[in-house]
Each structure stands twice: as structure tokens, then as C-alpha cells.
């Protein structure tokens, strides 16, 4: 047999072939034995937030297996709760560019177990409510079959939430074999009932403000708001002493341009003027981040010029805690008629009272003695259906049992105006059995 040259090409590549089959052999083994403890390692660090959804559970993190179906990217990672169900971790981009990241659990058979920020840094009163108690309680009550409502006033950040959950939706719901219309939409929210300028709470727009004239008649400010993506300027002219908006000239525009602007154009401006701290002024359709920066610096420099002192929260007399009798119901035109009495002391009104979309007529029972109500039935509702009629469930009807004048009735989560339009009308039949 020849043997070979230990110089040739030949003997060079087939000791070099020998030495990478060794390499990779070792390198096999190598990974086979370390792999196992890296995933381990992994999901060791992820496994605490994932407790927080199913306690005490065994997990797999089976993201390799799953994560080519994502054709969203915004899927971090999977795991599978043994026994229990699977946890998504994801990431979006909302409100602050820096984004955030969360995680979503489904059961089994399709409940949402658990929603959670894992980090986010979105804006306190704005983004941030879409990792708030009440936002999450509303995702909880959902299945794997229900379309993500948005959060009004939040829509930025819960939109890339909604996006994700769907990602994980797509993929789960395919796993269980669940069916269910990926392109059904939630409900919009009712949008908030304007606050007077003094009673808004402006805390996310760091406003600031600093006089820079003053004859004694009117005096000019200059104020700072943040917007949508950067801080907006304006100049604010006073008239001291009726305590009034002259004027507001933008100084300085740093939001979207063809969106924000919108709500800066001089027919938007004019409508500040002659308004007061007790004056409420709408947002411009489509720029309501800018809207508010502009009423931010309006309503300050207006505690400033008269030396008022601004109340966020006190204009919604029914979060307030004061009692229905003392409520402004102006706007609901409310009005009540007798309709029968049931006997000597319990007389129903068949009552009515303008909500969000149109009128709504219920039917209220009121015990004369005692000046309680002691039943409400609604009995035509001209509201958005899906939303406005979450307040005319029996079980929120039922916590106007019992109520007088002196009581404070909560609003229905997501149904502020329907709901106000059933306080008016209690309101209404309470102040008629008195008398009033």
C-alpha cells in the first residue's frame, strides 16, 4: 500500500476533513448537553411573570415550535402552562417610541387567564391606562374568540396591545382548533364627557406657564404643552378682568403635521376666546393629544391670571361622590310624567333623558314615603348598541335601588353618557315625588 506524502493536498484535506468531523462531533455533544440548560436557563428568568398567570404551574417554553406561524413578529416568545394553557410574551410600540412588552395567557378552552405589562414606559393618564386595573379587567372577561377593545384616550398604545393579542389569538386559537372571525371589530367606546377647563386634569402635559406682560387689563402668557410627539407653544392673551381667554397664538408646533395642526388653525382658536375656566371646549376631531396641550396652557394660564386654583376630576359629579340630586343634568334634558301609581306610596314615571347617541325613556318607580327609588326599567334605549347598553343591564339598574336625592351613583365603565342619562331621569322622578 502507498504511502502518502505528508505534504501532498491530498493528505492536507483528508486530515482536515478527520479534524472538522471531530470538531463538529464534539461540538454535537457539546450543544446537546449545554442546550438543554440554556433553555432552562431562559425560561428560569421569564418564569416569575409567568407565575403571576398560572402559580405554581410547570412550563415549557415552546416558542421554537410555534414562532414560525407569527407572521406579525411582535411575538417574543410562547409558553405552555402544563395542564393549564399557553402564555404569549410580546412587544409593540404605542404612545412612547421606546415601546413595551406584555404577555397574555389563554385557558384551555379560550378564557383569557392573565394580562400584564412586563415593561413599559407609556405616559402616566394617557398610555399607561392600558396596563391599568381597569383596562386589564377588561381584557380578562374576553376569550380567545372576542375581539380587543381600544381604550379611548389610549388609543395609540391600546392598539399595538390589540395588534399583539391578535397575533397570539391567531396562533393559540389554531392550536385548540377554536373558530372564531379574526377581522370582528369591539365596540368603540362612548368618549369621555367634556370637562370644564378647570376640573381636566392635565398632569401628562407638563405644562408650563410664565407671564410676560401685564398693563393691569390684560396680561399675555407664555405656555408649554406636550402633545402628541413633542412639546406645542402658545402665547395666552387674558382679560383680567372678566377672567377670559383675548386670544391664543401658537408659537411653536411639534406634532404630526396634517393631523395635530388641525386643531391650531385660526377658526380652531377662535373658539377659546371669551371662554372661562368653567367653559368646556371639545377636542378637534383627529387631534385630541394636540387639543389637549392647547387647553392645558389655556386653562393654567388662566389659574394663573385670576388666581384660581384648578380642580382635575371635581366637574364629573358623579366620580365626585356627590349625590344625583345636586348633579348638572342641563345637557340630558331630562323630564318625567306620571304614569300610574301602584298604590298610595309607590308612583311610576315614565321618564326620559338624552344619552350619547339619542333619547332614552325608562320607566322609574319611586316610594314617596321614604323618597327611594325602588326600581328603574328601561324601556326604549337610543344608545350604541354593545356599549351604551352595558348601563342598562338589571344588575346596574339595581344600584339605583334604594337611592334618594343625597345619593352618588357611579357611572358604567365605558358608558358615561347612558349612564348619565339614567341618573338624569332618577334625578328627575326623585325631585317630581317631592314636589320639586
Given at each position: 500500500m502507498?504511502?502518502?506524502?505528508?505534504?501532498?493536498?491530498?493528505?492536507?484535506?483528508g486530515?482536515?476533513?478527520?479534524?472538522?468531523?471531530?470538531?463538529?462531533?464534539?461540538?454535537?455533544?457539546?450543544?446537546?448537553?449545554?442546550?438543554?440548560?440554556?433553555?432552562?436557563?431562559?425560561?428560569?428568568?421569564?418564569?416569575?411573570?409567568?407565575?403571576?398567570?398560572?402559580p405554581?404551574?410547570?412550563?415549557?417554553?415552546?416558542?421554537?415550535?410555534?414562532?414560525?406561524?407569527?407572521?406579525?413578529?411582535?411575538?417574543?416568545?410562547?409558553?405552555?402552562?402544563?395542564?393549564?394553557?399557553?402564555?404569549?410574551?410580546?412587544?409593540?410600540?404605542?404612545?412612547?417610541?421606546?415601546?413595551?412588552?406584555?404577555?397574555?395567557?389563554?385557558?384551555?378552552?379560550?378564557?383569557i387567564?392573565?394580562?400584564?405589562?412586563?415593561?413599559?414606559?407609556?405616559?402616566?393618564?394617557?398610555?399607561?391606562?392600558?396596563?391599568?386595573?381597569?383596562?386589564?379587567?377588561?381584557?380578562?372577561?374576553?376569550?380567545?374568540?372576542?375581539?380587543?377593545?381600544?381604550?379611548?384616550?389610549?388609543?395609540?398604545?391600546?392598539?399595538?396591545?390589540?395588534?399583539?393579542?391578535?397575533?397570539?389569538k391567531?396562533?393559540?386559537?389554531?392550536?385548540q382548533g377554536?373558530?372564531?372571525?379574526?377581522?370582528?371589530?369591539?365596540?368603540?367606546?362612548?368618549?369621555?364627557?367634556?370637562?370644564?377647563?378647570?376640573?381636566e386634569?392635565?398632569?401628562?402635559?407638563?405644562?408650563?406657564?410664565?407671564?410676560?406682560?401685564?398693563?393691569?387689563?390684560?396680561?399675555?402668557?407664555?405656555?408649554?404643552?406636550?402633545?402628541?410627539?413633542?412639546?406645542?407653544?402658545?402665547?395666552?392673551?387674558?382679560?383680567?378682568?372678566?377672567?377670559?381667554?383675548?386670544?391664543?397664538?401658537?408659537?411653536?408646533?411639534?406634532?404630526?403635521?396634517?393631523?395635530?395642526?388641525?386643531?391650531?388653525?385660526?377658526?380652531?382658536?377662535?373658539?377659546?376666546?371669551?371662554?372661562?375656566?368653567?367653559?368646556?371646549?371639545?377636542?378637534?376631531?383627529?387631534?385630541?393629544?394636540?387639543?389637549?396641550?392647547?387647553?392645558?396652557?389655556?386653562?393654567?394660564?388662566?389659574?394663573?391670571?385670576?388666581?384660581?386654583?384648578?380642580?382635575?376630576?371635581?366637574?364629573?359629579?358623579?366620580?365626585?361622590?356627590?349625590?344625583?340630586?345636586?348633579?348638572?343634568?342641563?345637557?340630558?334634558?331630562?323630564?318625567?310624567i306620571?304614569?300610574?301609581?301602584?298604590?298610595?306610596?309607590?308612583?311610576?314615571?315614565?321618564?326620559?333623558?338624552?344619552?350619547?347617541?339619542?333619547?332614552?325613556?325608562?320607566?322609574?318607580?319611586?316610594?314617596?314615603?321614604?323618597?327611594?327609588?325602588?326600581?328603574?326599567?328601561?324601556?326604549?334605549?337610543?344608545?350604541?348598541?354593545?356599549?351604551?347598553?352595558?348601563?342598562?343591564?338589571a344588575?346596574?339598574?339595581?344600584?339605583?335601588?334604594?337611592?334618594?336625592?343625597?345619593?352618588?351613583?357611579?357611572?358604567?365603565?365605558?358608558?358615561?353618557?347612558?349612564?348619565?342619562?339614567?341618573?338624569?331621569?332618577?334625578?328627575?322622578?326623585?325631585?317630581?315625588?317631592?314636589?320639586?
Open positions: 502507498k504511502k502518502l506524502n505528508q505534504d501532498s493536498a491530498l493528505y492536507k484535506a486530515l482536515l476533513g478527520i479534524l472538522c468531523a471531530v470538531c463538529g462531533l464534539l461540538l454535537s455533544v457539546a450543544n446537546a448537553i449545554t442546550a438543554p440548560v440554556i433553555a432552562e436557563n431562559a425560561l428560569a428568568t421569564i418564569k416569575a411573570s409567568l407565575e403571576e398567570i398560572y405554581g404551574a410547570t412550563f415549557n417554553d415552546v416558542t421554537e415550535k410555534y414562532i414560525a406561524q407569527d407572521e406579525t413578529g411582535l411575538i417574543d416568545g410562547i409558553y405552555e402552562a402544563e395542564g393549564k394553557g399557553y402564555i404569549f410574551t410580546l412587544h409593540g410600540i404605542g404612545y412612547n417610541s421606546n415601546g413595551f412588552t406584555f404577555m397574555v395567557g389563554f385557558d384551555n378552552d379560550g378564557a387567564s392573565g394580562y400584564t405589562a412586563l415593561e413599559q414606559q407609556e405616559t402616566s393618564g394617557i398610555g399607561a391606562r392600558a396596563f391599568e386595573q381597569e383596562y386589564s379587567d377588561q381584557i380578562k372577561s374576553l376569550t380567545s374568540s372576542d375581539p380587543i377593545p381600544l381604550l379611548s384616550g389610549a388609543t395609540l398604545t391600546s392598539t399595538a396591545v390589540q395588534k399583539g393579542i391578535d397575533a397570539a391567531a396562533i393559540f386559537n389554531d392550536l377554536i373558530s372564531y372571525d379574526p377581522n370582528a371589530q369591539a365596540a368603540t367606546p362612548e368618549p369621555a364627557k367634556p370637562q370644564p377647563l378647570a376640573n386634569d392635565y398632569s401628562a402635559t407638563g405644562v408650563t406657564v410664565e407671564e410676560v406682560s401685564n398693563d393691569g387689563k390684560t396680561a399675555v402668557y407664555h405656555c408649554t404643552a406636550k402633545g402628541f410627539e413633542g412639546t406645542n407653544e402658545a402665547d395666552v392673551t387674558v382679560d383680567l378682568e372678566s377672567g377670559t381667554i383675548v386670544s391664543i397664538a401658537v408659537t411653536a408646533f411639534n406634532d404630526t403635521p396634517g393631523v395635530g395642526d388641525t386643531a391650531t388653525t385660526d377658526a380652531e382658536l377662535a373658539r377659546y376666546s371669551g371662554k372661562g375656566l368653567n367653559d368646556m371646549i371639545d377636542s378637534t376631531t383627529g387631534a385630541s393629544m394636540t387639543s389637549r396641550s392647547l387647553r392645558a396652557m389655556a386653562a393654567n394660564a388662566l389659574s394663573l391670571a385670576t388666581g384660581t386654583e384648578l380642580t382635575p376630576g371635581a366637574g364629573d359629579a358623579a366620580a365626585s361622590g356627590s349625590g344625583i340630586g345636586s348633579e348638572d343634568f342641563s345637557d340630558r334634558e331630562a323630564g318625567c306620571v304614569y300610574t301609581n301602584l298604590d298610595e306610596t309607590a308612583f311610576v314615571y315614565d321618564c326620559k333623558a338624552t344619552g350619547y347617541q339619542g333619547v332614552n325613556k325608562a320607566y322609574v318607580t319611586v316610594d314617596t314615603t321614604t323618597g327611594t327609588v325602588k326600581s328603574i326599567e328601561v324601556t326604549e334605549f337610543n344608545d350604541t348598541p354593545g356599549v351604551g347598553d352595558t348601563a342598562t343591564t344588575q346596574e339598574l339595581a344600584r339605583y335601588e334604594g337611592a334618594t336625592l343625597e345619593s352618588s351613583v357611579d357611572a358604567t365603565a365605558g358608558a358615561s353618557m347612558t349612564s348619565a342619562s339614567i341618573r338624569a331621569m332618577a334625578a328627575a322622578a326623585l325631585n317630581m315625588a317631592a314636589g320639586k
